[in-house]
């Protein structure tokens, strides 16, 4: 065949890849074909008799057999090009029985082939001679969208697809479509529903069965809830049967429906084409039927075996506990059939006892009966019985009738059948107790159901529980709890034919399950491997049946059903679980590397045992193969009739037919997966399953690979006719395999085998192989010594007592260990995976993320030497002894050692050192490949830079496990109680001073001092010579903060060092110059290895390369404090300096206080955080502000635990300057609050108290917490008083004054108490004269005189005024500690004195020191805006000679900016100014009265800002002086303009009215303006009143009414209306249309702040009124102030300012006095006027 094409692998010429081996058996003499195509091969797959191949350029070509090919008669003799898919890229090919399958790169699908069974999915034909396209469209979206697809497997009468959501689809015919359909075939690709919701990672299909290799569900995944009933016959999925003896909680749940169809029977009513319901459940098995089915006898040697017919009949299955006589009987074939079998809340169908029957009677059951052995025998291969119905399903009838005695019978008799039943021909398994894994849902969140049954039967099960185990010996109890094999039940399998795998059935069910412990089961958990078998759940010995599980450990929240002293007895000797694989793989590589943690399922016929699941029964659906799930398995095969699973430990597992020996071994049943008998060290990487063989491709001794055969031996040619059939015991070497070449591939299919092989090109091949397979033998090194070692050390109950303190450092051991096992395993398995597919070196997850390698042998390096150096294999000597025995044969053969004097704890050192050997592996290999490339490419830069760095490792771990080895030495030497004090896992020994190489200065006569350097910390030890314990005490000094000088020797003669701790510096004399060299620099290299977060990992070397001279004297480190007073017993953790805090850091005392912030020369300062529990409150005080040498000082806010909050100015602990209290938010006390000066801890100078309770302010002096001197109160009833104050006391001369003006002016002896000689005055001018006495408001005793004022004297004689503000603070006296501070911040000790260049440094280091602030605590983080503001503010004017109108603005814009940031010093000074302003003045204290003193104080922080400014600009002039204009445009101007009757411009006139305003009033205009108002409340109304009554009028009447001559009335004015036009005539009732325009510019008065401001908007209302006028005259005109006031009047009536007596007023008292008498003036007093005429305006 294709002989054209051939010819002997031995004449390939170099240079050649992807090359096509073909070959027939395993005969010595075989030489295999080569097939010549253009391009190299990517994939090959083989179906029956055919085969398909991809080649480079995505081509795909055919060869055998091709029936469908209209054209072709006989097979072609050269391969077929099928020129169908010559427009598509094909990336994947695949062949069934006689059909083929490709994938193109878009992932579409195309099949050709035979269609008879409608495996092509390609409706209404029987065959498809060309690759036809075939849609796979998901129905769950709309419109239905097209699925891409990964993947395909082809079987005889099926396909698969594999989507890139990792879903399967399945068409064509039989039960391996696992489709929840009735009718076949299925034309359409449907979904497997029953995978849905799951990870599938690839899929392979056999004759009649289908397999998929899933990965395990995560967490997340694992908490689905389970199902509560069966969800097609509704019956309970659990049950709970109370026993004398025990508890039984059930899941033996059978649902009678859960048979199979018969693929060539009627399904009347039942419609193929329509979706099954979706079916989602957990990934387990079915209950084993126990063997009930007949199995398939096997093929004599002595003929050929034939493969089994495609009868339609299949063996129907058996309930659990049931004799074959009691099957209930098939159906007629005429009836409607029940529909697939119900998962259980474990996904699965499980059979159960009938009523009445009792458990395998050997008795009862002589031989199955004929309706059962004719299912059996048909198949098996045989034809149906005459007296067999041709449906093995029971009918409808049979069914209800089942399951009402299903649910009369109660689960205890069930029990005691089951168990009087033991010696029953079927056996029954006692599973593995049940635990949580992947795939599988732990029973802490099993069904509602469960959880309400636990509850229910947990009074009665504690007893029981309890007692029972008491009554079991702790070893029984363990050997449970850890089974290391499984235990089978008694029972054999019956009906099987003689000569068969049925002889001898009990005796080998028995004794497989005695050797293998892996029978499938749905319930038993048989994962033993991994750190699960450490975890699993106590179950009853001996009270456990097949599908019943004894309740005491469901969960861990059932543990207090158990006893007591058992739960201590059981927990006493052993270690914590320590998982041996990583659950979940390794985080890092989850994305990068392929998942170990995989199970396999398998679906369709199982009547050769292909399904794996330990009978033959068929499976309808997916169901997972327990014995798999913990194998790591990586790659699935199917077979025609067996299957093959590749693990990622190089081990091959075959189950099914096992007629020509295509399973590697000849032990039997071959029912569950079973391991295919190999060579120790035989390595497989690769499988392909043919017909009746199976091809392994495996490591060979070389890096070439080798290839073994297992099956049939082919017989072609007449020459081999009269040979017996000869077949293989176990897989065979075939002998061609090294002439092939590197074989990346094999594949099987039929009677052929297929291998593609490459040419080693520039040696690149071979290197990659020897990467591939050396990593494949470290994965199998590491997985025997977890699986022989330490497995069998975790099992030890004794670990736990025997290592004592080692016990967690070897768990860390083994969990790393573990850990750099599963990660080999991946990287083995993604090696393994590129060397079949890309073969680049790109994309390599060891050059690309070397990072997860590397921190992984670190971090187990570190492990490793931490348990050596606390002797850690010394203390596992014992437990050794005691798995192992006296000859430790394995230690010896793992640890490759043929010394047989090596101690076991060598060995172990050896064997956990053995992975860190294979870094040098690593770094040879990547400079192998890198060899293959020109040095100037990118690939071989890549790989030497990665063989760099492993190789750098490696050396690196060499010099750590030195050191290891040396301080364990040192320990041994060292024994004693300072040595047991001293060692810990992380110490590594650098050098030490026995030799007396090194002393202490100034030691005493008989005093011995000892010094040893560690990696962490330099020991001092010191003792007393007579004495027997040399070394009585000792003390550590972390090297983190530890400072260490030379002392010159010119000085002292003396080789000396000095040594700085946070509490202690003592110097140290070396012996020799050479000897302080040594130290000095051992402990420099220590300290800076100790201080870098590299050093920490790597460790110390006493001899590192690389190093630093000197570490650096400013560092980060922690210490705690043990001597110093203030620190005794705190942990401070920050920056240092020559062994000072020094720098950001916390400090945490160990009566909880905290402080955080920064520190100067071991002393708080700076900005800090300080928290003082307060444990009589249960609260804290906190404080966060400056701090200087150690105390409170400058700025800061304490909030005390009282709920008191002062923030201000502190000094010395104490509060001291400007700062405000708030009290009584949480006390007692009234709540108040304070603001003012503070002088060490008391109110003292001016300040203002808001008493909140009492309705008070008070706004003057304090002395000593109390008021004293001159002040002012105010309260919220009206009241007014200004006097003075003695002992907090209203006390003297004052002033009191009520909200209707009654005043009283005289002597005060108690707060509003009068007492002396006063004057009191009505509001209508009647007083009193004389002596007072009595409370205000209370009553009072009047002696003296009563005035009425004469009738005829005038007002001024009639009014005896009091004039307010004499008896109160001065504005200059107010407020001094704010401006203070800001002078101090400026470093000046007094206002005015100090250096002009000082303060500007001083505004530098503020910014900045705020700044850092700030970028430190992000809390108080700043604004973009105060960000770029702060950034502006960098840029300080600069001014050279007289100040000119540019200095001058450029010194306005930056005043704007530093007031506009708190943390500049005007800035802050304004914050406070408006502070205290809006505290004095808002509330209680808006009071009419205080309106003077407002204004005044207003122009006081005028004045003194200022003074700070001309400070800072020294050049500016006075207030009131002029600053020079330029020489030439400006004056020519002047004499322009001078005619003209001009004031001089704001600008020109320097005024702090003119320059500050702007920046202060806008903050302090609401509380002013509010006082304004009030004060001017009556003038106000009055001129309101008549606003309103004359706007009412038109306007061309108002303008009548007003005087305004008729030239000057408008005649038109612009419409807003575009209907009407744009202009309007003025009609008598007109309103609101004359000098619109002014109107509208004068009512922009009330949004402005300054007078300025609001003069310019007076003024541009007389522009306005001009500009109108002079529209209308046509003609210039100069205004008289008759002919202006009336028009202005009018417009000020109709722009109704509802406050413009305040606002009057306001420009009054703060108009700048350079304009008073200019145009601004008198446009000014206009409007004044103005505001008048309308208050007294009469309309008649």
């Known amino acids: ?445 099993a069904s509602s159901t469960l959880n309400s049954l636990v509850v229910s039967c947990a009074s009665a099960v504690g007893e029981r529980v309890a007692s029972t185990y008491e009554a079991l010996s702790l070893k029984k109890m363990m050997n449970y709890y850890y089974p290391s094999v499984g235990v089978g039940g008694p029972g054999g399998a019956p009906g099987v034919a003689p000569g068969g795998p049925g002889e001898g059935g009990l005796d080998r069910v028995l004794l497989e399950e005695t050797m293998q412990g892996k029978k499938s089961s749905s319930l038993g958990d048989i994962r033993e491997e991994e750190a699960e078998g450490l975890r699993r759940r106590l179950s009853l010995p001996g009270l456990l049946s097949q599908g019943r599980y004894a309740v005491h450990l469901l969960s861990s929240s059932y543990t207090s059903l158990l006893s007591p002293r058992l739960l201590r007895k059981s927990s006493r000797p052993r270690l914590q679980a320590t998982p041996l694989t990583p659950v979940g793989g390794v985080p890092e590589a989850r994305e990068l590397l392929p998942s170990l943690h995989t199970e396999v399922w398998s679906w369709g016929r199982g009547d050769q045992g292909q399904l794996g699941h330990g009978d033959t029964l068929p499976r309808l659906q997916p169901v997972c193969i327990k014995s798999l799930s913990s194998k790591e398995v990586v790659r699935v095969v199917a077979g025609a009739h067996h299957s093959v699973a590749l693990t990622a430990q190089s081990q091959v597992f075959t189950w099914g037919s096992n007629s020509s020996g295509q399973l590697g071994h000849m032990e039997s049943p071959s029912t569950i997966p079973r391991l295919a008998k190999l060579s120790e060290g035989i390595r497989v990487w690769d499988v392909g399953a043919g017909e009746q063989h199976t091809v392994l491709l495996a490591d060979g001794d070389c890096c070439q690979p080798i290839l073994y055969y297992s099956g049939l031996q082919v017989r072609e040619g007449p020459a081999l006719q009269d040979l017996p059939w000869a077949y293989t015991q176990q897989p065979v070497l075939l002998p061609f395999c090294m002439n092939l070449g590197y074989v990346s591939g094999v594949c099987a299919g039929g009677q052929t085998c297929v291998a593609l092989a490459d040419r080693n090109v520039t040696g690149f091949i071979a290197s990659f192989h020897e990467l591939a397979a050396a990593e494949r033998k470290l994965y199998c090194k590491l997985s025997s010594i977890k699986g022989q070692i330490l497995r069998p050390l975790l099992d030890l109950e004794s670990l736990g007592s025997a290592l004592g303190p080692c016990a967690g450092l070897f768990q860390m051991v083994v969990a790393r260990f573990s850990h750099l096992c599963h990660l080999s395993g991946q990287h083995s398995a993604a090696l393994t995976s590129r060397l079949q597919r890309g073969r680049q070196v790109r994309g390599l997850v060891l050059l690309d993320n070397s990072s997860i390698f590397l921190d992984s042998y670190r971090e187990y390096c570190c492990s490793v030497g931490n348990l050596q150096v606390m002797g850690g294999f010394q203390t596992l000597a014992k437990p050794c002894l005691d798995v192992f025995g006296k000859s430790p044969e394995v230690l010896q053969r793992l640890a490759e050692s043929s010394d047989d004097s090596t101690s076991p704890s060598d060995l172990l050192t050896a064997l956990f050192h053995l992975p860190l050997l294979h870094l040098q592996q690593y770094a040879r290999l990547l400079l192998k490949l890198a060899g293959c490339f020109e040095a100037t490419s990118e690939d071989h830069q890549q790989l030497q830079e990665g063989c760099s760095r492993f190789e750098a490792l490696a050396l690196h771990l060499k010099r750590k496990r030195k050191e290891a080895e040396y301080t364990c030495h040192f320990w041994k030497s060292f024994p004693g109680k300072m040595t047991d004090s001293l060692r810990k896992p992380h110490r590594r020994l650098i050098c030490e001073s026995s030799n007396k190489a090194l002393t202490l200065q100034n030691a005493g006569r008989f005093s011995v001092n000892w010094f040893i350097l560690f990696n962490d910390a330099l020991v001092h030890a010191q003792g007393v010579v007579p004495y027997k314990s040399l070394f009585s005490t000792h003390h550590v000094f972390p090297l983190a903060t530890l400072w260490v000088e030379p002392i010159p020797e010119e000085n002292t003669g003396q080789y000396g060092l000095k040594v700085i701790s946070p509490e202690e510096t003592f110097v140290l004399l070396a012996c020799s110059s050479m000897e302080k060299t040594k130290w000095l620099r051992s402990i420099n290299q220590a300290v800076d290895l100790a201080l870098s977060v590299s050093g920490q990992e790597a460790g110390a070397s006493a001899s590192g390369a690389g190093q630093r001279a000197e570490p650096p004297i400013s560092r980060t480190a922690s210490y705690t404090f043990y001597k110093d007073s203030r620190l005794k017993e705190a942990t401070y953790e920050g920056r240092w300096l020559a062994g000072k805090p020094n720098g950001r850091g916390v400090v945490r005392w160990s009566d909880g206080r905290i402080y955080t912030g920064t520190f100067k020369n071991g002393l708080e300062d700076g900005y800090g955080d300080y928290v003082v529990p307060n444990k009589a409150l249960n609260k804290s005080d906190h404080y966060q502000g400056h701090w200087k040498e150690g105390k409170m000082h400058g700025q800061g806010l304490y909030r005390y635990a009282t709920g008191e909050v002062y923030e201000g100015s502190f000094q010395d602990n104490m509060r001291h300057g400007h700062g405000m209290l708030r009290s009584g938010t949480l006390n007692s ?300 445009l400006d004056t020519k101007e002047s004499s322009s303009t001078s005619n003209q009757l001009e004031s001089p411009k704001p600008g020109r006139v320097v005024s702090s009215s003119a320059l500050l305003l702007p920046v202060l009033l806008p903050r302090l205009y609401p509380p002013l303006f509010t006082l304004y108002a009030l004060e001017k409340e009556r003038e106000d109304d009055a001129y309101w009143d008549c606003v309103i009554r004359l706007n009412k009028q038109p306007d061309l009447a108002l303008l009548a009414f007003l005087g305004v001559q008729q030239k000057f009335w408008p005649v038109s004015f612009s419409s807003s209306d575009p209907v009407l036009g744009d202009k309007q005539q003025v009609l008598s009732t007109t309103k609101d249309s004359c000098f619109a325009s002014a109107v509208e510019t004068l009512q922009q008065i009330s949004t402005t702040f300054t007078p300025s401001d609001k003069l310019q908007v007076i003024q541009m209302t007389f522009e306005d009124i001009t500009q109108e006028v002079l529209s209308l005259l046509k003609e210039d005109f100069l205004w008289s102030m008759d002919d202006l006031f009336p028009v202005f009047l009018y417009v000020v009536l109709r722009a109704r300012i509802r406050n413009l007596g305040s606002e009057v007023s306001l420009i009054e008292d703060l108009m700048d006095p350079c304009v008073q008498h200019g145009e601004h003036g008198i446009m000014f007093t206009t409007l004044k006027a103005c505001y008048y005429q309308i208050q007294h305006e009469k309309i008649s």
């Open 1 to 445: 065949m294709m002989e054209s094409q051939r010819k002997s692998s031995g004449e390939d010429s170099p240079g050649e890849r992807g090359l096509l081996h073909l070959w027939k058996g395993y005969s010595c003499s075989l030489t295999p074909d080569r097939v010549l195509l253009p391009r190299p091969v990517l994939q090959v797959a083989l179906g029956t008799s055919h085969g398909v191949m991809l080649v480079e350029g995505g081509q795909v070509y055919s060869f055998g057999a091709l029936p469908w090919k209209q054209t072709q008669v006989s097979e072609p003799l050269e391969p077929v090009l099928e020129s169908t898919l010559s427009g598509q890229r094909v990336v994947s090919v695949a062949a069934g029985g006689r059909h083929s399958g490709a994938v193109t790169e878009d992932g579409g699908v195309h099949m050709w082939g035979e269609n008879a069974a409608g495996q092509c999915g390609v409706p209404g034909v029987s065959v498809v001679p060309n690759p036809t396209p075939v849609g796979v469209l998901d129905p769950d979206t709309c419109p239905p969208h097209s699925v891409r697809i990964l993947e395909l497997a082809c079987g005889e009468q099926h396909s698969l697809a594999l989507s890139a959501q990792h879903e399967v689809w399945a068409w064509g015919s039989g039960s391996q479509l696992g489709l929840l359909t009735t009718a076949f075939p299925v034309w359409k690709p449907q979904r497997v529903e029953h995978l849905a919701g799951r990870h599938v990672l690839q899929v392979a299909c056999g004759a009649t069965h289908s397999l998929a290799l899933v990965r395990c569900l995560g967490p997340l995944d694992l908490r689905r809830p389970f199902p509560d009933k069966c969800g097609q016959c509704h019956q309970q999925l659990y049950t709970m049967t109370d026993k004398e003896d025990h508890v039984i909680i059930s899941d033996s749940h059978y649902c009678p429906l859960g048979v199979e169809l018969g693929e060539g029977e009627a399904r009347p009513g039942l419609g193929g084409g329509s979706k099954a319901p979706r079916l989602r459940s957990s990934p387990s098995e079915p209950l084993l039927s126990s063997l009930s089915s007949v199995s398939a006898p096997p093929a004599s040697p002595a003929g050929p075996p034939e493969p089994s017919s495609k009868d339609p009949g299949l063996t129907q299955p058996q309930p659990c506990g049931t004799d074959p006589e009691h099957v209930l009987p098939p159906p007629h074939p005429t009836e409607p059939q029940p529909p697939p079998p119900c998962p259980t809340a474990s996904g699965h169908s499980h059979p159960q006892a009938p009523q009445g029957r009792e458990t395998g009677n050997p008795q009862r059951d002589p031989q199955p009966s004929s309706a059962h052995v004719d299912g059996s025998q048909a198949a098996g291969g045989g034809g149906g019985g005459a007296g067999a119905k041709s449906s093995p399903y029971p009918d409808e009838q049979e069914v209800k009738d089942y399951l009402k005695r299903l649910s009369d019978q109660t689960l205890a008799e069930q029990t005691a059948k089951t168990l009087a039943g033991a010696t029953a021909l079927q056996p029954v398994l006692e599973p593995d107790p049940p635990e949580p894994e992947a795939g599988s849902q732990p029973p802490s969140t």
């Open 1229 to 1528: 006390c009234c709540p108040s609050v304070f603001i003012g000066h503070w002088l060490q801890d008391r109110k003292c100078g001016y300040g203002v108290l808001d008493d909140i309770t009492r309705g008070e302010k008070y706004m003057g002096m304090w002395h000593d917490d109390q008021r004293q001197g001159t002040g002012v109160i105010v309260t919220q009833f009206g009241l007014y008083y200004e006097g003075a104050f003695c002992n907090n006391k209203m006390m003297g001369t004052g002033v009191l004054l009520s909200e209707d003006d009654t005043t009283y002016e005289g002597e005060f002896s108690e707060d509003w108490t009068l007492n002396g000689k006063g004057v009191l005055t009505m509001p209508n001018g009647d007083l009193f004269e004389g002596s007072f006495s009595g409370e205000w408001g209370s009553g009072l005793k009047v002696t003296g005189s009563y005035f009425k004022p004469n009738l005829y004297d005038t007002d001024k004689d009639k009014t005896h005024s009091v004039k307010l503000g004499r008896l109160v603070v001065c504005a200059e006296d107010k407020w001094r500690a704010v401006f203070e501070e800001c002078w101090s911040q400026l470093g000046c000790e007094a206002p005015g004195q100090g250096e002009h260049s000082q303060a500007w440094d001083h505004i530098a280091v503020a910014l900045t020191s705020s700044r850092r602030q700030h970028r430190d605590s992000p809390e108080l983080g700043l604004s973009r805006t105060q960000s770029k503001t702060l950034e502006s503010l960098e840029f300080i004017p600069q001014q050279t000679g007289p100040v000119t109108m540019e200095t001058y603005d450029s010194i306005r814009h930056y005043l704007i900016k530093a007031c506009d940031t708190p943390l500049h010093p005007l800035g802050r000074l304004l914050e406070a100014l408006v502070a205290v302003y809006r505290m004095t003045y808002v509330g209680v204290g808006a009071n009419r009265r205080l309106l003077p003193q407002a204004v005044s104080e207003v122009m006081s922080y005028l004045a003194r800002i200022f003074q700070l400014v001309r400070f800072l600009f020294p050049d500016l002039p006075e207030e009131g002086g002029l600053i020079p204009e330029p020489s030439s």
